[in-house]
């Protein structure tokens, strides 16, 4: 299993396809606000198992040298497998290698105990977006 920045179309067809499938079809988030207009500048990446597709997200930048992780996803069947971490490590990789010093996110409030494992503190209190209840979270990021 291995992650990378989407690279082609067919990445990120796969990419938006994971998306599409976790956070419309099994969440109900409406189409439009999860494709937004902010995958056009966006940096996706993408996990694959083999040649499979299994998980996705986002990182595009805020503010000066802050950048925003989203839309991270892991297909039902490799959920538990410790994707989302592999997933989240090679953001923040890339996030320092460009220059990042923070990484902010909006967590779904169940996913609060998986980025408290990698560091990430809570910066707000719980809001809902697209119906669902989530919490600001940030960490610091660097090169090691």
Known sequence: MFVRVVENAT????AFS?????????????????LDELDRTATHFIAYDDDKPIAAGRL????????????????????????????????ERYA???????????????????????NYEITSPEFMDAGIPHRAMEKQVSLK
């Open 96 to 118: 320092a290698e460009v220059g990042f010093e923070k990484i902010k996110l909006n967590a779904q409030t169940h996913a609060i105990p998986f980025y408290q494992k990698l």
């Open 60 to 91: 595009r930048e805020t503010d000066l040298k802050i950048g925003k992780v989203e839309r991270v996803c892991v297909i039902p069947e490799y959920r538990g497998k410790h994707i989302g971490n592999l997933m989240m490590k090679e953001m």
């Open 11 to 14: 990445d990120r067809e796969n």
């Open 18 to 34: 994971i998306r599409r499938r976790v956070f419309v079809e099994e969440q109900g988030v409406p189409l439009h606000l999860e």
